[in-house]
């Protein structure tokens, strides 16, 4: 009997570092879509902006680690979007606003399924800490005999 408590103790032991590690890159591919929610919505807002503003507007351009540059507003019809894999097209405004709200819906829809995945695994981390509390106590009761 104590064999087989310990070899499932053993078991849960490493069903649990596996489910560790499972929530921890659930967790950073969480963090990865929020990011890159983050910057779409960025992007859609600026596209919206887009819209009521008039060629040769003035606009200041975020060039990184909190600087801009002053540029005029050449073209408000036409927009250079990113479809992935590095790879750019020239759209016109609407269509650019329609590819960044649906890739906006497409990552709520992932973040939505990472976050059920990793309630999930918590789920099943909490019952595996419960049995293995109770195994634990079942094996220390058997040696103290």
Same mark, same amino acid.
Request: no cysteine.
């Given at each position: 009997?104590? @064999?087989?408590?310990?070899? /499932?103790?053993?078991?849960?032991?490493?069903?649990?570092? *596996? *489910?560790?590690?499972?929530?921890?890159? !659930?967790?950073?591919?969480? @963090?990865?879509? @929020?990011?890159?929610?983050?910057? !779409?919505? #960025?992007? %859609?807002?600026?596209?919206?902006? !887009?819209?009521? /503003?008039?060629? @040769?507007?003035?606009?200041?351009? $975020?060039?990184?680690?909190?600087?801009?540059?002053?540029a005029k507003l050449a073209n408000t019809e036409k927009v250079t979007v990113g479809v992935g894999a590095g790879v750019s097209v020239e759209k016109?405004? $609407?269509?650019?606003?329609?590819?960044?709200?649906?890739?906006?819906?497409? *990552?709520?829809?992932?973040? *939505?399924?990472?976050?059920?995945?990793?309630?999930? #695994?918590?789920?099943?981390? %909490?019952? %595996?800490?419960?049995?293995?509390?109770?195994? #634990?106590?079942?094996?220390?009761?058997?040696?103290?005999?």
């Open positions: 009997m104590e @064999n087989k408590n310990e070899e /499932e103790l053993r078991r849960l032991s490493v069903e649990m570092r *596996l *489910l560790e590690q499972t929530a921890e890159a !659930l967790q950073a591919r969480h @963090n990865m879509v @929020n990011t890159v929610i983050t910057d !779409l919505t #960025v992007a %859609n807002m600026t596209l919206e902006g !887009l819209e009521k /503003e008039k060629e @040769n507007t003035e606009l200041l351009i $975020p060039i990184g680690g909190t600087s801009y540059i002053k016109t405004l $609407p269509e650019a606003k329609e590819i960044v709200k649906n890739r906006l819906a497409e *990552l709520e829809k992932t973040r *939505l399924a990472l976050q059920q995945q990793f309630s999930q #695994v918590a789920e099943k981390m %909490n019952d %595996n800490k419960e049995k293995f509390e109770a195994l #634990v106590a079942v094996v220390r009761g058997e040696k103290a005999q």
